[in-house]
Every structure is written in C-alpha cells, then in structure tokens.
Nanobody, 121 residues
C-alpha cells in the first residue's frame, strides 16, 4: 500500500517535494516510479528509481529540474521538483514493483492514490 503526499499550489519557478510512503518492508526490493496525469491527458512517467537507489530515469520534460530519491530505511520515495512550470500541473502518482525500471506504467504492480500539484503562472 502506497501513500503519496506533499502536493499543493505553488507559483511557477518555485520548488515542491512530494513523498510516497509504503507500509510494507518489501518496499526496499521494489523499483519505484513517479507518474503524473494532467487534466484531459494520459498518465505519463516522470521519473523512476531502482530498488537500490543507484539507477534513475527521467522524462525529458523534467530532466535537470526534478530529482527522484529514496530512503529504504523509511520506506519512502521522494520527488524533488524545482523550477516548476504551469505545464507540470497534474496529479502525481507513485507506483512500485519488482524489476520495473524501464517498464511501461501498466507493468507497475502497486499504486498510490495520487497527490495534486498545481503550478500557477
């Protein structure tokens, strides 16, 4: 079970960090991803991190602005979002599963409920 939090309303150019906590100790064996879905658009991957935290992936649209990280001792994955743009407005979801890095979103096994991020111009 995954629980995303930390969303909110921010101005363009500002920063925000969203978190995703897991209840299970098996979290440390899961690759984790952050996805987002804007109104009227399909859900898309934003970033992903392998279970050890030493391999990451970023969508081109966020590369250089967003950073994914994890703390396996706290069963938590983070997404630090800097220099936010209005086009980053979306509901952000975390998802996880074993050996998912590089896989499409439908391959992920476990999903959080989403946290809304709104960036005003």
């Amino acid at each position: 079970q995954l629980q995303a939090s930390g969303g909110g309303l921010v101005q363009a150019g500002c920063s925000l960090r969203v978190s995703c906590g897991a209840a299970e100790s098996t979290f440390s064996s899961y690759d984790m991803g952050w996805f987002r879905q804007a109104p009227g658009k399909e859900r898309e991957i934003v970033a992903a991190i392998n279970w050890r935290g030493d391999i990451t992936y970023y969508a081109d649209s966020v590369k250089g602005r967003f950073t994914i990280s994890r703390d396996n001792a706290k069963n938590t994955v983070y997404l630090e979002m800097n220099r936010l743009k209005p086009e980053d407005t979306a509901v952000y979801y975390c998802a996880g599963g074993r050996r998912k890095l590089g896989k499409p979103l439908y391959a992920y096994d476990y999903w959080g409920q989403g946290t809304k991020v709104t960036v005003s111009s």
